[in-house]
């Protein structure tokens, strides 16, 4: 029972201080005179992620490309962002495996790995 007491007075309070802010963002936002740039690069051991928005007055423009290496390839993702619309794209390349193959196989270096008969 007082568990149930101590959940609802909780909960009371939680929706008691959120209807606040709640009503703040009903309202009209103000007009924008002015244009934001953002610019974010970041690389790191495995990946990297290159971004950018355009906070305009027509609206919000941007793009950002991430990219990862995997033990067994690649992958590469994305977003360009239009005011009205969005595109995403996302490309995994699992190409680690045929990669490893194709070195051994050709060229100057090629050497015998396990299971080529050798």
């Given at each position: 029972?007082?568990?149930?007491?101590?959940?609802?007075?909780?909960a009371g309070s939680l929706s008691i201080l959120a209807a606040?802010?709640?009503?703040?963002?009903?309202?009209?936002?103000?007009?924008?005179?002015?244009?934001?740039?953002?610019?974010?690069?970041?690389?790191?051991?495995?990946?990297?992620?290159?971004?950018?928005?355009?906070?305009?007055?027509?609206?919000?423009?941007?793009?950002?490309?991430?990219?990862?290496?995997?033990?067994?390839?690649?992958?590469?993702?994305?977003?360009?962002?239009?005011?009205?619309?969005?595109?995403?794209?996302?490309?995994?390349?699992?190409?680690?495996?045929?990669?490893?193959?194709?070195?051994?196989?050709?060229?100057?270096?090629?050497f015998p790995g396990p299971g080529d008969g050798s």
């Open positions: 029972m007082k568990t149930m007491l101590s959940v609802a007075l909780i606040p802010a709640l009503a703040e963002h009903n309202g009209q936002a103000p007009a924008r005179d002015s244009v934001d740039l953002n610019l974010d690069l970041k690389v790191g051991k495995d990946g990297f992620r290159l971004g950018g928005a355009l906070l305009g007055l027509e609206g919000l423009y941007g793009a950002w490309i991430n990219g990862a290496l995997r033990a067994e390839g690649f992958s590469v993702d994305g977003r360009i962002q239009h005011p009205e619309r969005a595109f995403n794209f996302k490309i995994n390349a699992d190409v680690g495996e045929w990669l490893s193959r194709s070195l051994r196989q050709s060229g100057p270096f090629a």
